[in-house]
Nanobody, 125 residues
Framework: QLVESGGGLVQPGGSLRLSCVAS????????IGWFRQAPGKEREGVSL????????YYADSVKGRFTISRDNAENAVYLQMSSLKPEDTAVYYC????????????????????WGQGTQVTVSS
């Protein structure tokens, strides 16, 4: 099971830190993806981190503003979001892909074995 937290209401230009914590299994060797879904839109990939070597990848829309990291001791992955924009408003989900390798990291939702329930992020003044 994956549980996301840390969402909320923030003004444009603000920051939030999302957490994705696993229970019942170890995240250590899983690749983790952060995704988001706005009303009426498809789920889109935001950022990836591999399980093997911690390689990271960002969608162009968030590059330079978001940072993904993992803490295997806490069995958690984080998404630090800065310089938030209204278009970042969405429900944010984390997913775990057991393949784990940087070479197989993907934003394809069908490749993920576990998903969290999502956390709402609203960027508005």
């Amino acid at each position: 099971q994956l549980v996301e937290s840390g969402g909320g209401l923030v003004q444009p230009g603000g920051s939030l830190r999302l957490s994705c914590v696993a229970s019942g299994f170890s995240l250590e060797y899983y690749a983790i993806g952060w995704f988001r879904q706005a009303p009426g839109k498809e789920r889109e990939g935001v950022s990836l981190i591999s399980g093997a070597d911690g390689s990271t990848y960002y969608a162009d829309s968030v590059k330079g503003r978001f940072t993904i990291s993992r803490d295997n001791a806490e069995n958690a992955v984080y998404l630090q979001m800065s310089s938030l924009k209204p278009e970042d408003t969405a429900v944010y989900y984390c997913g775990a892909d057991r393949r784990g390798l940087a070479a197989t990291m993907t934003f394809s939702v069908n490749e993920y074995d576990y998903w969290g329930q999502g956390t709402q992020v609203t960027v508005s003044s």
